[in-house]
């Protein structure tokens, strides 16, 4: 299975590498979403869902049946937070 | 008149819009809506050097001219439409300095619309803690445009910004990108097809996702056969676009945009880790929430007593010192009360949106919305619903009024039919007051069942709420965004400036926009209860003396006596006086009662008695559920008045309430099956005027209010039914 946001843990990065569903919302993008982009996770909502990121500097909340969308590269590099 | 040149201020959510708007216009503002629908619309005038004048638009948040809502359509409309009355001459991009490069995409497109744009940076201050440095002449010059460096903060930059508006005649018109080159076969066709036209413009019109108003339908009608490509191949080459757009805004940005990533940043995320934490999180909420239910519920307290006291005495000043007669009478308690009965709501509601404003602008109602969304999820409802729903608990006026702060129409909807189910302060002296009678003494697991009851109406409240909710979410059919995109902005120290423009505004539009149809239903009330056709009402004093006479003072005002006699002492050498006082105190009830009783209202209770019937109700509640109207606590009132008992006595009330009397049954009218009966009535009716007047303000039309006034009646007339039917 690909990872995505969705497989992120709390203060983890990875880089975007694609989108598995066409019709994200343009809004994502705008937002500085992009393929190529750091995207970290900040804080994950009580009950799981919705995630809180940061992505090229904005900070979002999205559900997580949008962030398995959101395929990406895992940055390790064992950050402490 | 001088010439007005058109500014609108268009940028992403939160990047300063409406502080520059304060800013440019002072108090020369107002607020209304765009016609037909219910977007906020504000504008204002500001005085620009070399006498210059010009029209403010202040347009909703938006990240691009792509739409997804209702709000984006209007800027976008409103750029797009040169025949508008607004469109401007030239607009202001406001974006904030640490997020520079999202807002420059918007910035980009409305340059390649070739509108003149002057680009604010706000937020200047917060430049030197976040380690950025601007080239801004350098930025000016690759963007070809003209660029103000400006904190609303600390009120820097906005001459500068007039100047510029002032000067908008040389603003540069040029386009920043060419987005042709991510489809040129396609942008070539539109271009040879429409040759009038600018590309980028069919473009937009083409990929509107949301068209709720006619765009520039007429003139691009044939445009939309270019919509020939399929959905999601526009989709993606929007996603091109976008990816074009920051492909040059990145270009620009490395050479004029420099951030020391050494620069605090901890502020943020310390207190994202508490406020969003999973115990902490809902444990600040809840003791938010509980202080903006003191604040309303409590506070208001005072300042609406005042209120009440300053209009008692006011209708009472009115009717010594002008003459008497029905133009004194219309004055003093169709005119006089129906003012006072709005001004009433100011405090809750000056209160209210003093904490929505601090929670807005501080950037804690976005966590809410994180911390709720999973909660109100599956009812349809928004994370921001929670605010309203629990201040509803205090008043349903000022909740439904906090619904503006829902982005998705239709979760705001149904956030709005369904807070009036809340039990609101109204409802709570009609209940106490029948409990008191018909709820048995006796008590359960340590609660009485006076306590338990009390606390049923409640939760039955909310749950009704909920289950409306659930089903209004099943079958609106209304176009909305259904996806979840939400911006979590920079935590900020509110502008105390903003913050009242908020509360005065909100205040404003309340007792311009709903007070009229208070006034006019509370007048049309009062018109009703005091005046009649019949030869009764016309000679009450008459017959009602004369009756006294006759027959001696009725039961009711034996009981009035009753409760007052036990405070006289007979060796008193004034007690004769004293009771003679009571005694024309009763006999002017008596005649008040038997007036009402005669009164157009009065035939009307009368007439929906076969209606009430089934659910253990005389004409005399007839008379009192169809006054209570205009407020729910009138009904205690409306029953003092047609019981001929003093208007704030309660313990009378009571005794006279428990003495009446079904004829039908020869059983106390107010017994367990007609109090429940009631108590579930008033618990689930649209029981106020106040109510459907702000709910018809806020969704623009009588439909809603239309809706919510039948469903709530219904549903309560059937519950009720079932109660008295079943426990008669
Ligand atoms: N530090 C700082 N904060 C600002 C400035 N201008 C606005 N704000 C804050 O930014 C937030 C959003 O402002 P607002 O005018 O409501 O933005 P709008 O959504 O674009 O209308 C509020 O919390 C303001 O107090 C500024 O110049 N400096
Ligand atoms: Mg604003």
């Not at chain 2, 942008?187 to 937009?204: G, Q």
């Not at chain 2, 399929?230 to 757009?245: C, F, G, P, V």
């Not at chain 2, 009703?528 to 006294?548: H, M, Q, Y």
Request: with cysteine.
């Amino acid at each position: 299975m690909e990872t995505t946001v969705a497989h992120l843990k709390r203060g983890q990065k990875g880089i975007i590498k694609e989108f598995t569903e066409n019709l994200l919302p343009i809004k994502l993008l705008e937002l500085g979403c992009l393929p190529g982009n750091v995207i970290e996770l900040v804080q994950v909502a009580p009950l799981n869902d919705p995630i809180y990121i940061n992505v090229n500097g904005s900070h979002i909340a999205i559900r997580r049946e949008m962030a398995l969308h959101i395929a990406l590269d895992i940055i390790e590099d064992n950050m402490v937070i | 008149m001088s010439k007005q040149i058109n500014v609108a201020l268009i940028g992403n959510p939160n990047t300063g819009k409406t502080s520059v708007f304060n800013q440019l216009t002072g108090l020369n503002q107002k607020v209304g809506n765009y016609p037909g629908i219910t977007v906020e619309k504000k504008e204002g005038i500001c005085k620009l050097p070399r006498g210059v004048k010009a029209h403010i638009l202040d347009l909703p948040g938006t990240y691009s001219l792509n739409t997804t809502s209702l709000d984006e359509s209007v800027a976008v409309e409103l750029l797009l439409n040169k025949n508008d009355k607004d469109h401007p001459d030239v607009a202001i991009v406001v974006s904030d300095v640490e997020n520079l490069k999202r807002n420059l995409l918007l910035f980009t497109q409305i340059k390649d619309l070739k509108i003149p744009a002057i680009l604010v940076i706000n937020m200047a201050d917060r430049m030197s803690r976040k380690g950025i440095t601007i080239d801004i002449e350098l930025l000016e010059k690759k963007l070809n445009s003209k660029i103000a460096l400006v904190s609303t903060r600390k009120e820097t930059g906005i001459n500068k910004l007039r100047e510029l508006i002032a000067d908008y005649k040389n603003l540069p018109k040029t386009q920043n990108v060419d987005i042709s080159v991510i489809a040129p076969e396609y942008f070539e066709k539109l271009a040879t097809t429409f040759p009038k036209e600018d590309v980028y413009k069919l473009w937009l019109v083409i990929t509107q996702d949301v068209n709720f108003m006619p765009l520039e339908k007429t003139l691009f009608k044939d445009a939309s056969s270019f919509a020939t490509k399929s959905k999601s191949e526009l989709k993606r080459l929007q996603q091109k676009e976008t990816i074009l757009r920051y492909q040059f805004i990145n270009g620009i940005l490395k050479e004029t945009y420099k951030v020391d990533l050494n620069a605090a940043k901890g502020f943020r995320a310390t207190l994202d880790k508490v406020l969003t934490h999973k115990i902490f999180g809902y444990l600040i909420f809840f003791l938010i929430l509980l202080t903006i239910f003191q604040a309303i519920y409590g506070w208001s307290e005072y300042p609406m007593d005042l209120i009440d006291g300053f209009f008692a005495s006011a209708t009472e000043w009115v009717k010594d010192t002008l003459p008497p007669g029905v133009f004194t009478n219309l004055i003093a308690e169709g005119i006089l009360a129906g003012i006072g009965g709005i001004v009433i709501f100011i405090p809750q509601i000056a209160f209210l949106f003093l904490f929505i404003a601090l929670l807005e602008e501080t950037g804690y109602m976005s966590r809410v919305v994180f911390l709720m969304d999973r909660i109100m999820r599956p009812f349809g409802l928004s994370g921001k619903s929670v605010v309203p729903l629990i201040s509803g608990t205090a008043c349903a006026i000022p909740a439904v009024m906090a619904t503006r702060t829902i982005e998705n129409w239709k979760e705001r909807l149904i956030t709005i039919l369904v807070t009036p189910f809340t039990t609101c302060s109204a409802r709570l002296p009609v209940y106490l007051i029948i409990i008191a009678l018909v709820i048995p003494e006796g008590s359960f697991l340590g609660l009485s069942y006076k306590a338990l009851t009390l606390m049923s109406l409640y939760l039955m409240g909310f749950g009704a709420a909920i289950l409306s909710a659930v089903i209004l979410n099943k079958i609106l059919k209304i176009k909305s965004k259904s996806f979840f995109v939400v911006e979590m902005p920079n935590y900020k120290l509110p502008l105390l400036k903003n913050v009242g423009y908020t509360v005065l505004e909100k205040t404003k539009s309340f007792v311009f926009g709903a007070g009229k149809i208070i006034l006019a239903i509370s007048i049309i009330l009062w018109f009703l209860g005091s005046n009649g056709f019949s030869d009764e009402f016309k000679n009450a004093e008459t017959i009602v003396t004369k009756r006294v006479e006759q027959e001696g003072f009725s039961a009711s005002s034996e009981i009035y006596f009753d409760t007052h006699q036990d405070g006289l002492d007979i060796n008193d050498p004034n007690a004769s006086d004293q009771q003679k006082e009571l005694e024309e105190r009763a006999l002017a009830q008596e005649i008040a009662g038997y007036k009402l009783e005669h009164s157009y209202m009065g035939y009307m209770g009368k007439a929906i008695e076969p209606i009430v019937r089934p659910l253990g109700y005389d004409w005399k509640i007839g008379i009192a559920v169809i006054t209570s109207f205009a407020a729910r606590e009138v009904f205690v009132g409306t029953l003092a008045t047609i019981y001929s008992v003093g208007n704030d006595e309660e313990e009378t009330i009571k005794n006279r309430m428990a003495a009446e009397v079904n004829p039908r049954t020869q059983k106390p009218l107010f017994n367990l099956a007609s109090g429940v009966s009631l108590l579930l009535f008033y618990a689930f009716a649209m029981q106020c005027m106040s109510t459907l007047a702000v709910v018809k303000r806020e969704t623009n039309s009588w439909k809603w209010p239309a809706g919510q006034l039948v469903f709530m009646s219904l549903f309560a007339y059937i519950v009720a039914l079932i109660a008295y039917q079943l426990l008669k």
